[in-house]
């Protein structure tokens, strides 16, 4: 069985991502019916979220950042500041409108925390892949198979509950959910051959 996998440390050999459009930081409940809006006008989105990480046992926090993103732009939604309004709800609940996410079934155990909401139009990349013979599951490995590039992890365990987004954080934000709409038009361009990747080999059961 040949299946298309790659190793950390060709990962970090490889140059690092930057997002390259633009970020909108909604931070007030009047800032999230426009930002909908704008997000409306593309059929293919990128989605994720992020919660500040617990360090102590026992210790909980409800998920605080909500990031969706076109090709262009990323919209990072401080749930924290502003919870889940009802434009928001709405757009989630769209199921017109495609939204590409990794692990999806653990954002939306994090969305039910803090509202009523029924999410519909997801695509789960997990999933996808493996329809690719991409036997890699996380984010930063699937990105790096089909782009060669890496998707720095280093602001995964920052405070996402801060008063202010750091540049660093923000750009960590965008790219997760940016990555997730890339990696699906791609793949369903047809962009991807699974034979003709330099990560494909035979799979070699483990002992």
Same mark, same amino acid.
């Given at each position: &069985? ?11 050999? &490889?140059? +690092? ?12 409940? %009047? ?7 704008? $997000?409306? %006008? ?11 990480? @617990?360090? +102590? +046992?026992?210790?909980?926090? #409800?998920?605080? $950042? ?6 262009? =732009?990323?919209? /990072?939604? +401080?749930? #924290? !500041? ?9 757009? /989630?609940?769209?199921? =017109?409108?495609? !939204? ?5 079934? =653990? =954002?939306?155990?994090? /969305? ?25 599951? @996380?984010?930063? !490995? ?16 920052? #405070? ?7 540049? %660093? ?21 047809? #962009? ?16």
């Amino acid at each position: &069985m040949y299946v298309v996998s790659i190793d950390k440390q060709t990962i970090n050999e &490889m140059p +690092r991502v930057t997002f390259p459009g633009h970020i909108h930081i909604i931070a007030d409940d %009047s800032q999230v019916q426009r930002a909908v809006t704008a $997000l409306r %006008s593309s059929h293919i989105v990128g989605f994720d979220t992020e919660t500040r990480p @617990s360090f +102590r +046992r026992g210790e909980q926090h #409800n998920i605080a $950042l909500l990031q969706i993103s076109t090709l262009s =732009d990323a919209y /990072l939604f +401080r749930l #924290n !500041k502003t919870g889940v309004t009802a434009p928001l709800r709405d757009y /989630l609940e769209d199921g =017109d409108i495609v !939204k590409v996410g990794l692990s999806t079934c =653990d =954002d939306f155990h994090q /969305l039910a925390k803090v509202c009523d909401c029924h999410p519909a139009g997801f695509v789960e990349l997990q999933q996808l892949v493996k329809q690719y013979q991409i036997a890699a599951m @996380s984010l930063q !490995k699937i990105y790096a198979i089909l782009f060669q590039q890496k998707i720095s992890k280093g602001q995964q365990l920052t #405070n996402w509950e801060a008063p202010q987004l750091t540049p %660093s954080q923000q750009q960590y934000a965008a790219i997760d959910a940016w990555a997730c709409v890339r990696i699906y038009n791609h793949l369903l361009a047809g #962009n991807f051959i699974p034979e003709q990747s330099p990560y494909w080999h035979e799979l070699v059961e483990q002992e």
